[in-house]
């Protein structure tokens, strides 16, 4: 009912005109969610009359602003000047506890920095996540929607076209916008496709760290480097607003803060790297300041997610839904703010990006849902908002483990959580949610999860409006060792474990994936034996394992797993061809075969699986298949090098080097330096009783060879 029923033709010229109205009086009343929707409580409207009457209230909005979008630009010159638009720094803190912040009452002095941003801001001292998962929690962030609107629910699940975006309308209404963030999680090519839309600039190109490779040089940079690279965007002339948003990874684990943090902080390398992300928030307010931009910018703080140390068990984050990874700090420094406020209201990162558009003078879509906090920024606006409620969810242990879901809601003074046993704490007396009240106050927890079903059941957006990969993303994120959503655990019908039951997996299960992430496949393996003993039901785990055996070169110990997940997962394609793989690697041409035919009916717009299928007709003797599947890879991409290489030499045995040459050709303008190529090429001429051409490309053959080239050249895509 949200956005994505619109009809097509409005949400069409919404994308088309609507992000361009300007002015001021072009603004409408946006009605706040919550008050159309009753939640602050009061309202007794019938829900199922509400709901439809959104749907009309929602369809005669987006009729109006069109309407005014018409006007405004037939009557466009008649207009006041539209106010000038401030310019936006976003900065994102990976990772960081709100209880780490000095600005909110830490002690342990680690943000100098953001303790003097914080004297000329607005601080929210109980702000929230919605998703304790980074990319899901970017999402929120600048879509200002929830996770059950956008579906980013976890790590490669795509971003929408259809929803609202910040940098998008920032960028259609004049913004120069720039994004520079700290890792593969954040990089649109890997694991936040969609997330480049509306920016000029996306400053990412993450990989697969090789072999002994440098984290810093692959999957994750320094805060430091990526403030560096934003500054010297900001460098570039340009007489438009700008949109800056920096990410800084460092607080994510592995804890490795660089000197002379790392020793300063050598018990608690945790602190520092929120200590040296401090410092580079430092350095970028030092040069803002430097360069005359520092009062008149707007600047946004705020970490996507905390992180836990076992204070219920969990290690990391993702799976719960307590404080210690839900409470995030978040300040906000408008435009000439020389004081500081602190604001008491419980607020959501859901809320930032309406915030921020009405900041700077422009509209809100209808279909962000966070709030503006505009609102309850103004001095003595404070508590009479405190009332508000917020909601977090997380689905990682039942994607990862097909465990339930959680829900929570942080209303009045509890924190309630809605699990197979739900939780129910009063934070007034007990803010490390250290006693579940749930069974003694049963009234209460009852009303508490009406409310958080009533309140997903509203936010929730179609299921159909859920994005889906295309093959080239799909095969990215899998080549990362990743699984989409999509094929993450079957269990749908979300009654699985109580993930408090079984958190001791979830930490285990992240050890391996950080010994596999660092290529520690023999620390890695038994580990993930020993989750699958715990937890069979975790295709992950299996998908793991099984990459695991392969790379220490056990292939036939990685048979198994890979079975197991195709027994799970039928119509998984990846999973068809990993084991396809792992019985290509044991001898087992003939058995791989109908599992690569599988993946190639399932993914058939995916180049790698027809070549793949092609090899192993190939090498089973089915030529006039092989050569079919051969074609097939080509008409996806004209450009797979080893595609051209193999069904061009295809040609040549069969004696047809007319056909050959346009494939071979092809081969050596993608990879000149191949020796196999040039090696091929000379066959044909021969056989086309071309003597002269035949030498030249023998003599190139063995220039390369003698220069050291290898067989097929150098790999121009590393990633695959
Ligand atoms: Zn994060």
Not at 299 to 313: L, T
Not at 373 to 401: C, Q, W
Not at 665 to 679: C, F, M, N, T, Y
Request: with cysteine.
């Amino acid at each position: 009912m949200h956005g994505q029923s619109w009809p097509a033709k409005l949400r069409e010229a919404y994308l088309r005109n609507i992000l361009r109205v300007k002015t001021k009086n072009a603004r409408i009343p946006i009605p706040s969610y919550r008050r159309i929707a009753g939640l602050t409580g009061a309202s007794a409207v019938d829900q199922r009359g509400l709901s439809d009457l959104m749907q009309v209230l929602r369809y005669l909005l987006w009729t109006m602003l069109l309407a005014q979008c018409v006007w405004a630009a037939a009557s466009g010159p008649k207009q006041p000047a539209a106010a000038p638009h401030p310019n936006i720094v976003l900065i994102t803190l990976d990772t960081t506890r709100a209880d780490r912040m000095g600005f909110l009452g830490s002690d342990r002095g680690l943000t100098p920095n953001l303790d003097s941003l914080a004297r000329q801001s607005r601080v929210f001292s109980r702000a929230y996540s919605q998703i304790p998962l980074t990319t899901p929690s970017h999402a929120t962030i600048l879509t200002g929607t929830y996770p059950q609107f956008h579906h980013v629910n976890y790590m490669g699940d795509l971003l929408g076209t259809a929803l609202p975006f910040l940098p998008d309308i920032l960028h259609h209404n004049g913004y120069r916008t720039g994004a520079f963030v700290g890792g593969l999680v954040l990089d649109p090519k890997k694991l936040a496709q969609g997330f480049e839309r509306g920016f000029d600039t996306y400053d990412a190109g993450f990989h697969r760290r090789g072999m002994g490779g440098d984290r810093y040089q692959s999957l994750e940079r320094r805060g430091g480097e990526a403030v560096a690279r934003a500054l010297a965007w900001l460098s570039k002339p340009s007489a438009k607003p700008f949109f800056l948003w920096v990410h800084l990874y460092d607080p994510h684990d592995p804890y490795d803060p660089p000197e002379p943090f790392k020793s300063r902080y050598q018990a608690q390398p945790y602190d520092g790297d929120v200590a040296y992300t401090d410092f580079v928030v430092g350095k970028l307010l030092a040069a803002l300041r430097a360069r005359g931009l520092f009062d008149s910018t707007l600047i946004a703080v705020m970490a996507d997610h905390g992180e836990a140390f076992g204070e219920h068990g969990e290690k990391h984050h993702g799976i719960f839904l307590y404080d210690e990874t839900i409470h995030v700090p978040l300040l906000i420094k408008t435009p000439g703010q020389k004081t500081n406020e602190k604001i008491a209201a419980r607020v959501g990162l859901v809320d930032v990006a309406p915030t921020i558009l009405q900041a700077v003078h422009l509209p809100v879509p209808v279909a962000m849902q966070g709030q503006s906090l505009l609102p309850i920024m103004n001095p003595g606006s404070g508590d009479k908002n405190s009332a508000r409620s917020v909601y977090s969810e997380t689905g990682y242990g039942h994607l990862s483990f097909g465990w339930s879901k959680l829900q929570s809601w942080r209303t009045g003074n509890y924190l309630y959580i809605q699990a197979p046993e739900r939780e129910l704490y009063d934070e007034s007396v007990d803010s490390a949610a250290a006693h579940n009240r749930a069974s003694e106050s049963k009234a209460v927890a009852d009303t508490l999860a009406a409310q958080v079903a009533d309140f997903f059941r509203k936010t929730t957006g179609g299921a159909s409006a859920r994005a889906v990969l295309d093959a080239e993303q799909a095969e990215s994120l899998h080549a990362l060792g990743y699984m989409t959503s999509d094929s993450g655990t079957s269990n749908e019908n979300e009654t699985g474990a109580d993930p408090k039951q079984r958190i001791a997996i979830a930490n285990l299960l992240y050890d391996a994936l950080v010994d596999m992430e660092s290529e520690r496949y023999e620390e890695a393996a038994p580990i993930l034996e020993q989750v699958l003993q715990q937890e069979p039901n975790t295709p992950i785990a299996f998908l793991q394992l099984g990459r695991a055996y392969m790379s220490l070169k056990e292939y036939q110990k990685a048979v198994m797993p890979f079975m197991t997940l195709v027994k799970e997962k039928p119509d998984d394609a990846f999973a068809r061809y990993e084991l396809g793989c792992a019985l290509v690697k044991t001898g087992n041409w003939e058995e791989a075969a109908p599992h690569f035919e599988a993946a190639v009916s399932q993914m058939p717009s995916s180049a790698m699986m027809h070549f793949y299928l092609a090899l192993v007709y190939e090498r089973t003797s089915r030529m006039d298949d092989a050569m079919k599947e051969f074609q097939s890879a080509l008409h996806v991409n004209p450009n797979n090098f080893p595609a051209n290489l193999l069904l061009g030499r295809m040609f040549v045995i069969q004696q047809k080097p007319t056909e050959a040459l346009p494939y071979l050709r092809k081969a050596a303008e993608l990879r000149p330096d191949s020796i196999d190529v040039h090696g091929f090429l000379a066959d044909a001429f021969t056989q086309l009783g071309e003597p002269e051409n035949a030498q030249r490309e023998l003599t190139e053959a063995d220039r390369l060879r003698s220069q050291g080239a290898s067989r097929l050249g150098t790999p121009t895509d590393e990633s695959r």
